[in-house]
């Protein structure tokens, strides 16, 4: 049962935004209005609250009361999740085009515009924009699967349908795209009902099986806000529940099926690719900080999904994804020690391959007993899985050493001409310091190399800022290769540096949850300040 609000469109009006809310009152105002902010171009913004509790039906009084194109639909009962308050409001748009839109994100100005001009010029059934997650409060924007995506301002990609590009089925958000609500109404393209999670990678799908005519923009036109650190995070940030890892499962079993049955055989071992190499990696490198008892559940439900799959899938995977769910596979429980070690660093991103380079009896590469590294040998250069540790001594000057290792020597028959050292920030402004590097031959196997840093160029960007430490090798072909240094043991070391008159910094170096070396240096008294609250968030955000 349902309650609402109406306003009236105007008549040049032609895009609605769908705006879903729960117990949101203190960013629905926020993202309301940069709805409202789009422009004449916005004809209504619907706001289904999904049976608030706070105050945020006083907020969408006052909104409506500030803009009659704000139209409230109040559910009396909460839905347990974000399907069937989407489906209500696309139900209740009058105009044209419709948008979505998450109470804690926004629209960046001239998003709406941006995508309804490329749809009428383009008679486009879908237009889909870049979407950006910014991680809060760090500001870190890092926008979502960008290569499907032409450059800002470059002309608009055009597909009918999406199986001439597969690789779209990277693209599982909803928010991104500008839909032709004919085009939903017709082929009956909505979300799934009631508690149902990752309900965007079914609607996604149910959207590319009826092979809309799908124009892709280089303009940012989402803002998705991830707060890490909120009381309760959304499904996909909780990880560290087992029922998490099964909605996945569940909803990529639920797109295949839907891909299959409309007809599209082709997308849908894509769609088991792209399992192998996003959805299954992604959890699989964290999968060393979990308890046994998680570890012991979430095994068997992912060796029953791939068992599954068409060999075809594994085949277009890539070979890192590929040897992770071969050794998935082969064992019946879950691993631990070394080889729980080595599926996490494959499952890294760049993938990495660290000693010991084990063979079979006829000498070909292993990645565990009776798991072959099969196609390592015939990779190109610029594929081959690097694996470099790293340490760091710290002072007022940084002094970086690394090891490269030469995994069956296949670096070394590469024959690597240049290195590059290169420290990027992890959060805030996309920022780099690159060193070149001298490989020098390590006595057992492979190769060292050292660089020196400035505490107080890392400390300059701003307060505290976190540093990743990459490896670059480049080859005679022109092709190059990219390895994260890894941490030499688990732990945290910290110096304090002086440099006159009085300027401080606190540096630290640290392994991060992939077993990467970091650096992250706070400026003086500030940024020491900052270390302290962020740890207090998280402490807060534990509990």
Known sequence: MTGSTLGTPSASAQVSVVVIVHNDERLITQAVRSALGQGDVVGEVIVVDDASTDATPERLARLA?????????????????CGTPRNEGLAAARTPYVMLLDSDDVLPPEAVRSLLETALAERADVVAGVCVRRELPAGTDTPWQRDLFPAAGAPPRRYEGIRGCPAFLRDTLSVNKLYDRAFLDRHQVRFAEGAVHYEDFVFTARLYAARPTLVAIGETVYLWHVRREAGRQSISLRRDEIRNWQDRVDAHAEVVRLLAEAGEPGLATAAQAKFVDHDLRMYVRELRHKPAAYRAEWWPIARAHLAGFEPAAFAAATPAGRWVADLLLARPEAVRGRELARLGELAANPPRLAPPYTTDAEGRPTLAEGVPLSGLTELPPARLPLAADGAVRLGRFCRISLRLHDPYGLVSAAGPINAQ???????????????????????????????????????????????????????????????????????????????PPARFALVQSYETNNGELGLRVADGIRGGWEVVRARLRRAVARR
């Open 65 to 81: 009361a500030e803009d009659d194109r704000v139209r409230v639909i109040t559910r009396t009962e909460n839905s347990g999740g």
């Open 421 to 499: 050292l290169e420290l990027r920030t992890r959060v805030g402004p996309p920022l780099g310091i690159h060193r070149a590097v001298t490989l020098a031959p390590h006595p057992e196997s492979g190769w060292t190399a050292a660089a020196t840093v400035d505490a107080f160029e890392l400390r300059d960007v701003g307060e505290m800022t976190s540093w990743a430490l990459r490896l670059t090798l480049g080859y005679p072909d022109g092709t190059r290769a990219t390895t994260a240094l890894r941490a030499p043991a688990p732990g945290k070391h910290h110096s304090v540096v002086f440099r």
